[in-house]
């Protein structure tokens, strides 16, 4: 795991002939990642995103970056490097004074063009197409991350490809499953207001297709759990998604205005639903956070 506990155990599981070791640093508070940071002594860090999780702990989006950002004064205080999207501007900005090596589609030291996303994402690196198995836009940046720090460490470009193009998904994050006559897009593992919106705005330029969201509620939002709801409901509502069902409380307290969304108090209801309005012939998104273990509706499909 990503914490104090888990880090060190992985740290002290690595063989002594280890060339790399990846080790992920969670946190949601302020402090946690400079702490764990100085157990885990990176020379190189990458932050995916300053997305809105954990905003219960963080406080707010700004206090995110300020959180996420201890690697980065970690890695400078240490003379390390950071690897940086640079189609990030704020990480481009929190970087800027530290040995870094950028990736991007325009201006980076590694240019990785994003081509399509109908279903899976496609890249072109050194006049390679990728085809990976990794649905959705918001995937493009994991690619292109792999894609950098392989680079770096001069992993051959053949090799690079193989990798991707080999990687299934598993473990609930954007796997796609074919069960009766629906495909599934199960994404089940985790969410927040960013992870949430990306994987619906994905599944709503998807064509030539009937499309559900199944989504559960987003958990440690704190005050903040009200207005992201909403936002969320509010961003459906002018979609191209054909009906969205939403589950949870916190959900279920939001004021829809359109019928393509429904909404049930838990998963019992909706199972209860589901029981009597079977889904057929569909391309189906299910995400929520992890409490709401909403991998149960494939039993239900």
Do not use: W
């Not at 063989?15 to 002594?41: R, W």
């Not at 481009?92 to 996303?117: P, T």
């Not at 829809?256 to 429904?262: F, M, Q």
Request: with cysteine; charged share 20%.
């Amino acid at each position: 795991r990503n914490n104090q506990n888990g880090i060190p155990l992985t740290l002290y599981s690595l063989a002594h002939q280890s060339e790399i070791g990846i080790i992920e640093i969670g946190s949601n508070h302020l402090k946690e990642i400079e702490f764990l940071c100085k157990i885990a002594q990176p020379d190189f860090g990458y932050i995916t995103n300053f997305g809105k999780a954990h905003l219960e702990g963080f406080g707010s989006l700004e206090g995110v970056v300020e959180g996420k950002t201890e690697l980065y004064r970690y890695l400078q205080e240490n003379n390390k490097l950071v690897f940086v999207n640079a189609n990030d501007a704020k990480q481009l900005q929190k970087s800027d004074a530290i040995k870094r090596v950028s990736f991007g589609d325009i201006i980076a030291d590694v240019i990785i063009k994003f081509v399509h996303s109908n279903p899976y994402v496609t890249v072109l690196y050194n006049n390679l197409i990728i085809k990976s198995q990794l649905i959705g836009l918001y995937n493009f940046n994991n690619i292109a991350a792999a894609i950098a720090i392989g680079n770096h460490f001069k992993v051959e470009d053949i090799a690079i490809k193989e990798a991707i193009e080999n990687y299934a998904p598993q473990n609930n994050r954007s796997q796609i499953i074919e069960k009766e006559t629906n495909k599934i897009i199960l994404d089940a593992y985790n969410a927040n207001p960013s992870s949430m919106q990306a994987a619906i705005e994905n599944l709503s330029v998807l064509t030539d297709i009937t499309k559900i969201a199944i989504l559960g509620d987003m958990f440690e939002l704190g005050n903040e759990s009200k207005i992201e709801h909403q936002k969320i409901c509010d961003v459906i509502e002018n979609l191209n998604i054909n009906k969205t069902y939403v589950i949870g409380k916190n959900f279920y307290n939001c004021i829809i205005k359109k019928s393509n969304i429904e909404k049930f108090k838990d998963f019992d209801d909706f199972k209860e639903f589901l029981t009597s309005n079977p889904i057929i012939n569909t391309t189906i998104l299910i995400k929520a956070s992890r409490g709401m273990a909403l991998e149960r509706v494939l039993d239900l499909l």
